[in-house]
T-cell receptor, first 118, second 112 residues
Framework: GAVVSQHPSRVICKSGTSVKIECRSL??????MFWYRQFPKQSLMLMAT?????????EQGVEKDKFLINHASLTLSTLTVTSAHPEDSSFYIC??????????????FGPGTRLTVL | QKEVEQNSGPLSVPEGAIASLNCTYS??????FFWYRQYSGKSPELIMS????GDKEDGRFTAQLNKASQYVSLLIRDSQPSDSATYLC????????????FGSGTRLLVRP
């Protein structure tokens, strides 16, 4: 399956600062990537769909001005958490769906980024 | 009713036993079904995908799909302590968006 990397793996920041998380598809040209958030002992919640060359689409209840997504190339999507607050502390995971780019309909996840906002 | 339902567990089985994990879904037209394994602190890892009724086997894992009853299950034969993890069931959305709907996961504990 698709190999996906994320950077950084862990970040600690002060309240009010912005944090950028990178998601790279290493062996697959991904027209579509997904961003999820997972709080402790909860399941994955889809935040948004990142579309190469166009605007991201956000799930209901996710603030697009707070979670900025850029998908400038077929291998890179970024998520920027702006003006982060302690309640944004979570595990952020991106994924690539091969089916969205003509491959088998399977979704593969990056290793995740653990964000802690002090 | 949740769109994808799983028993949260924990499901505890002895080493070498068969672990049976179940999942039900609400959208009758769903076409793609997936099982992911997630170790604590890690991201999900795809272990099985199934698209048609019946059984699909891959090593010690067997996925079973019954669209008429709207359930999908995962059997793990010869369970090992290393299988201890949370298993997430995922179903595709009907809007052709490639989005997945995840269940809350079942925690599996394999006792040595």
């Amino acid at each position: 399956g698709a190999v996906v990397s994320q950077h950084p793996s862990r970040v600690i920041c002060k309240s009010g600062t912005s944090v950028k998380i990178e998601c790279r598809s290493l062996d697959f040209q991904a027209t579509t990537m997904f961003w999820y958030r997972q709080f402790p002992k909860q399941s994955l919640m889809l935040m948004a769909t990142s579309n190469e060359g166009s605007k991201a689409t956000y799930e209901q209840g996710v603030e697009k001005d707070k979670f900025l997504i850029n998908h400038a190339s077929l291998t890179l999507s970024t998520l920027t958490v702006t003006s982060a607050h302690p309640e944004d502390s979570s595990f952020y995971i991106c994924s690539v769906d091969q089916g969205a780019s003509g491959g088998r309909d399977e979704q593969f996840f990056g290793p995740g980024t653990r964000l802690t906002v002090l | 009713q949740k769109e994808v339902e799983q028993n949260s567990g924990p499901l505890s089985v002895p080493e070498g036993a068969i672990a049976s994990l179940n999942c039900t879904y609400s959208d009758r037209g769903s076409q793609s079904f997936f099982w992911y394994r997630q170790y604590s602190g890690k991201s999900p890892e795809l272990i099985m995908s199934i698209y048609s009724n019946g059984d699909k086997e891959d090593g010690r894992f067997t996925a079973q799909l019954n669209k008429a009853s709207q359930y999908v299950s995962l059997l793990i034969r010869d369970s090992q302590p290393s299988d201890s993890a949370t298993y997430l069931c995922a179903v595709n959305r009907l809007d052709s968006s490639y989005k997945l709907i995840f269940g809350s996961g079942t925690r599996l504990l394999v006792r040595p």
